[in-house]
């Protein structure tokens, strides 16, 4: 019979991949005020420039807003990692979802990655090496933008042995 499944953690990517998008917005936000404010109303002379100038510029900053800031956003509200008793998950995708699994019991090492950013932020990527890999490879399962990672690969290291 096989164990009962429960959930040890859930969560979503570390949100620091959100840091670009904020200050794109506010440099975004900017550049419509400037567009706003300093457009000038005789269009430099061109005749519907002056009335339809501002609206094109307002749009294509629009425009750059869905790809750069919404898109982004949707994103990391779309990205979570679960770890329960029997695995590891972690789920992405907008409009096509997509997961990867790897079972407990087919973990052979856990090791992370952390550079002086995720360090600050507190998160970093987990490397899962299955027992088929030579663990001290550089290959296997990453997991990246993991929140509390260490506090993870102890969680994992406690759960496999």
């Not at 670009?20 to 430099?44: A, S």
């Not at 061109?46 to 294509?60: A, C, E, R, S």
């Not at 629009?62 to 779309?78: D, G, H, K, N, R």
Request: net charge neutral.
């Amino acid at each position: 019979m096989r164990p009962t499944e429960t959930t040890l953690m859930h969560g979503r990517t570390h949100a620091k991949i959100l840091a670009l998008p904020i200050l794109l917005q506010i440099g975004l936000i900017v550049l419509h005020v400037i567009v706003w404010r300093f457009f000038p109303e005789d269009g430099w002379g061109i005749d519907g420039l002056g009335t339809w100038g501002p609206v094109v510029l307002h749009g294509l900053i629009i425009i750059a807003e869905v790809i750069f800031i919404v898109v982004p956003i949707l994103q990391w509200l779309a990205s979570t990692y679960t770890l329960t008793n029997l695995r590891v998950s972690q789920q992405w995708g907008i409009i096509v979802r997509r997961s990867h699994e790897v079972s407990l019991d087919r973990i052979a090492a856990v090791s992370t990655e952390r550079s002086i950013i995720d360090r600050i932020f507190g998160c970093g990527t987990l490397v899962l090496h299955d027992v088929s890999i030579n663990a001290e490879s550089s290959s296997g399962v990453r997991f990246h933008d993991v929140p509390r990672v260490e506090e993870v690969r102890a969680t994992i290291n406690q759960l496999i042995y």
